[in-house]
DNA sequence: GCCGATTTGTCCGTATGTATC
DNA sequence: CGATACATACGGACAAATCGG
């Protein structure tokens, strides 16, 4: 495909609002302006501008125009939650020094429990990795990665410590399209105690995912369990019209 | 505006899904199918997918066609949160018995503390709404809402306990159109305890969410604390390709 | 491996409606 | 009221990925 042309107008206005060139309340130059500076139609610009609005960027309104919503976020780690973002992607965009350390990494077979809890089906052969991810120091996330084997073949626990995305996207060429989290909370169990510097919480915020590629095969399950008050879960939602 | 016609598009297809007429791992009849069943171009089916795909419910594959990856959840009382709605939305589609109860209403002006919490400025008069809601029994959800009150004019106590965001669409013609959430996990305060059936949890999770409507003004800022157990939140996301 | 049919992805140009100012 | 802005929809063109023969 010869490369998008929404895709250079979206990044353009989106440094434009991340470096404060627009800022918090301002209005956006008009589609007819970014029609012309462009030099596309409406139709491409408006696409790049739903992408921002589905980012929480920006807020378009009838008659008047579009307005720049977003104001750069807070101090702990911060998740989005409504985009994909590895840990390695989330953490370096908060600036802060990571270390993982690879408790588990075994390849085992689907059996019926674990079926019915990931979704993958049984006999499926499956890579099994435990991480715990030591954020500055502490030890924070305790991370459980089940991927298909037959899609990720060649995982290894060198690349487990580094990112394992990193090594789907640019050696395996998967592209990951579409996942879906859930975050709920659970008490610690003793191998949270046990693994993770927990302070004196005695309960976890629990974010368990499935990612999907691009020819919809769920290739991955995921459970990550977090200290509680070191993380949060950021998302930006437009209301359905229905 | 005369109705949108990619919305019973939109509609339509959702129901064959959540119906399972449409099951997971199924592919969806071509655009050019829906275009012809539906009369209308293929931009406007294209349109209604593309909603669907933000919410999770299919996956479009280049060359192949538009994949169900969407699997009804299970018991707890699931939250969108790639999405906006309100509380009474999402009960009745879990389809619960929900008794709300008016813990607090007032009209207070925003300190500097609260300001800052809020984002509200300094001096705005607010209305400052607590609400328990009573699930199948259990008090499971301690929610405080403030609302703008030059933007929410005319909430009364017994709106509250019916709903409000049907008295602000409805009565007072407003659009929601934009929201951002942040989900965390605290340590039950004592207020929690008293006020919800924790069972023998001593933590929540805790939602903090600020609302904009159509004029890109913020309106409303909300803290739900919930049991733990009772509740989930759900997202789906898409990988943007930048 | 190639070709053609099918299907989704991108983009154009145009027209009309509707909200805001 | 007119000008401007966003919202919706149409119809057409071509590109790129997939799949079967």
């Known amino acids: 495909m010869p490369k998008a042309k929404y895709e250079p107008i979206y990044r353009s206005i989106r440094e434009d609002i991340e470096t404060g060139k627009l800022g918090y309340g301002d209005f956006l130059p008009s589609e007819n302006d970014y029609t012309e500076q462009f030099g596309c139609t409406r139709n491409t610009v408006r696409r790049a501008l739903s992408m921002l609005t589905a980012d929480g960027f920006v807020l378009p309104q009838h008659g008047r125009g579009v307005q720049v919503i977003y104001r750069p976020d807070e101090n702990r780690t911060v998740f989005t939650i ?78 487990a410590a580094d990112s394992i995305y990193r090594y789907l996207e640019n050696s395996l060429h998967m592209t990951i399209t579409t996942s879906r989290r859930r975050v709920t909370a659970e008490k610690a169990r003793s191998r949270d105690k046990e693994l993770l510097d927990l302070d004196t919480y005695d309960f976890v915020l629990v974010v368990t995912g499935q990612v999907f590629n691009s020819k919809g095969v769920m290739f991955e399950y995921t459970q990550s369990r977090h200290r509680p008050d070191q993380v949060c879960f950021v998302e930006s939602a437009v209301r359905q019209k229905v």
Chains 1, 2 share one sequence.
């Open 82 to 159: 409504g985009g994909i973002e590895s840990f390695a992607e989330a953490t370096s965009r908060n600036q802060k020094k990571v270390v993982t350390k690879i408790e588990s990494f075994k390849i085992i077979e689907a059996d019926e429990k674990l079926s019915l809890k990931t979704g993958f089906d049984i006999g499926s052969e499956l890579y099994y990795i435990e991480r715990i991810r030591v954020v500055d120091g502490k030890a924070l996330i305790f991370d459980t990665n089940i991927f298909l084997k037959s899609e990720t073949e060649g995982l290894s626990p060198a690349i």
